[in-house]
């Protein structure tokens, strides 16, 4: 499943999946929910986690841009200046 168009809507972001359907997620929860390191942080060899936030909530965080990766995630640029996070389609689908 891959969407077929993208739109900043206020404060949500808008999409239409190539099945027809339509999903909206709010551009908070988008960040709050990004899949970077810097937000979930990293795994070293023997499987300690290393940083990642304990911040859940990002009042007033808007997207400002968005990009393709490949064929398989989308990278969103947010006021705050993080931008680091790749949004697998799978992943965002199962957002909404």
């Known amino acids: 499943m891959h969407p077929t168009r ?3 809507i206020g404060t949500e ?3 239409v999946w190539n099945d027809g359907t339509e999903q909206y997620i709010s551009m908070e929860k988008l960040r709050a929910a990004s899949p ?3 937000n979930t942080g990293e795994r ?7 940083g ?3 911040q859940t909530e990002f009042p007033g965080v808007t997207v400002k841009d968005w990009r393709m990766v490949g064929g398989y995630a989308i990278q ?4 705050d200046g993080h931008n ?3 949004y697998t389609f799978d992943y965002l689908k ?3």
């Open 13 to 15: 972001v808008a999409l």
């Open 94 to 96: 199962a957002l909404g």
């Open 6 to 8: 993208l739109e900043l």
């Open 52 to 54: 990642g936030t304990t």
């Open 84 to 86: 680091t996070g790749l």
């Open 76 to 79: 969103f640029d947010f006021s």
């Open 36 to 38: 970077s390191a810097e």
């Open 44 to 50: 070293d060899l023997v499987g300690n986690k290393i």
